[in-house]
C-alpha cells in the first residue's frame, strides 16, 4: 500500500485531507507538532478502517523533520507529500512596519521553509517509488496581496515560487509538483480572523456561501491520483471565484 504524509494533519483541512487520502485507498502519515491533537486524529482515521499513523513532528525543525522521514521509510513505498502545515492563527492586524522581526523569521521558518524542508527529506524515498506527488498548501492572500498581513502573504507567495522551481526540476524524474491556493476556510484554525476580512470574501465571491474543508479535497485527490501525471508547476486557487485567473 503506497503512502502520503500529510503534514499538519492533527485537525481542519489537514485531517480532512488524511481522512480522504486514506478512504482512496492510501496509507496516511499525519505529521503533527501537537501530540494530543495527532493521536486523536490518528485513532479517529484507525477507528474508520484507514491505515493510518502519527509522527510527531515539528516542520521547522531539520532535526524533527529528519526523524518524520525515518519513520516513513519504514511503513513503505511513498507516493506522496502534502505540505499543509502552516501558521495562520492571529497573524493578521498589524501593518508590514509594524512586524517584529520574531514574527517574521517565526512564520517563515514554518510556511516557507518546512515545505522546502520535508520535501528534501522526503524526496529519496519518492525517487525509490519512481515519482510521486508533491502538493503545497499556498494562499489566495499571496494572490489577491491581503493587507495586514504581510508575513503571511510574503510566506504563501514564497511557496508558490517554490512549487515552480520544484516542478522545473523534477518534472523528468517523475515528481509533479502543485500547489492549491484556497481562501479562508471554515474551521478552528480561522476563527481568528477578523470580522472585516470574512466580510470581504463574503461580499466578493462568485459562490457567496463560507468555504469548507471538503470543498478542495477533490482537487487535492485528484493532484495525488495517476490522473494528474501531466500537470505540474501550477498554482490553483479554490475560493469560490473570490481571485480569478
Not at 521547522?60 to 511503513?75: I, K, Y
Not at 489577491?144 to 523534477?170: D, F, N, W
Not at 500547489?179 to 476563527?191: C, D, M, Q, Y
Not at 486557487?237 to 473570490?242: D, M, Q
Request: aromatic letters at 4%; proline letters at 4%.
Amino acid at each position: 500500500m503506497p503512502t502520503v504524509v500529510i503534514t499538519g494533519a492533527g485537525r481542519g483541512l489537514g485531517l480532512a485531507m488524511a481522512r480522504r487520502a486514506g478512504t482512496d485507498g492510501f496509507r496516511v502519515v499525519l505529521a503533527e507538532v501537537d501530540t494530543e491533537r495527532g493521536e486523536s486524529a490518528t485513532g479517529e482515521l484507525c477507528a474508520a478502517g484507514i491505515d493510518a499513523h502519527f509522527v510527531r513532528c515539528d516542520v521547522a525543525e531539520p532535526a524533527s523533520v529528519d526523524a518524520l522521514a525515518a519513520r516513513v521509510a519504514e511503513l513503505g513505498p511513498l507516493h506522496g507529500l502534502v505540505n499543509n502545515a502552516a501558521l495562520a492563527n492571529g497573524v493578521g492586524g498589524k501593518e508590514f512596519q509594524d512586524i517584529t522581526v520574531a514574527e517574521w523569521d517565526r512564520l517563515m521558518a514554518v510556511n516557507a521553509r518546512s515545505p522546502w524542508l520535508v520535501s528534501r527529506a522526503l524526496l529519496p524515498q519518492l525517487l525509490d517509488h519512481g515519482g510521486g506527488r508533491i502538493v503545497h498548501l499556498a494562499s489566495d492572500a499571496a494572490l489577491y496581496g491581503s493587507p495586514r498581513l504581510a508575513h503571511y502573504v510574503t510566506s504563501k507567495g514564497a511557496v508558490i515560487a517554490l512549487t515552480r522551481a520544484m516542478a522545473r526540476e523534477l518534472g523528468d524524474r517523475g515528481i509533479t509538483v502543485n500547489a492549491v491556493a484556497p481562501g479562508i476556510t471554515e474551521g478552528e484554525a480561522t476563527e481568528s480572523v477578523p470580522a472585516d476580512r470574512h466580510q470581504l470574501y463574503r461580499s466578493n465571491r462568485a459562490i457567496s456561501r463560507p468555504q469548507q474543508p471538503d470543498d478542495l479535497l477533490g482537487l487535492v485527490a485528484f493532484l495525488l491520483s495517476e490522473e494528474s501525471r501531466y500537470l505540474t508547476g501550477q498554482v490553483i486557487a479554490v475560493n469560490g471565484g473570490f481571485t480569478m485567473n
